[in-house]
């Protein structure tokens, strides 16, 4: 997949779909940058930008976006817990 597409990808999944469906899951975040902020951060195991550049969607490794949404559809198929994944954004950031 271009990176064009994942980009594309990225935006639609915490733009429009995560955000969309907040409320109904009960997800403890509703904004499509918390969105992004918990999947990068998951994705690198670390506060996404003590490695990566802002903007992230700029300058993030293609491999490391896949990861994030594949994470991203794992909360929403419910194979992966949102409230975790932010436990551990958080963690990374020394707010947990």
Not at 15 to 23: D, K, N, V
Not at 32 to 51: P, Q, T, V, Y
């Amino acid at each position: 997949m271009s990176r064009e597409n994942l980009v594309d990808q990225w935006f639609a999944l915490t733009r429009e779909r995560m955000p969309g469906l907040a409320e109904q899951r009960d997800w403890p975040v509703r904004m499509d940058h918390c969105f992004m902020r918990i999947l990068l951060d998951n994705a690198l195991g670390a506060k996404w930008n003590d490695e990566i550049p802002a903007p992230a969607y700029r300058n993030v490794p293609p491999e490391v976006i896949e990861r994030a949404i594949a994470l991203g559809e794992a909360a929403i198929s419910g194979d992966e817990d949102l409230a975790e994944l932010n436990r551990n954004s958080l963690g990374w950031r020394g707010k947990g």
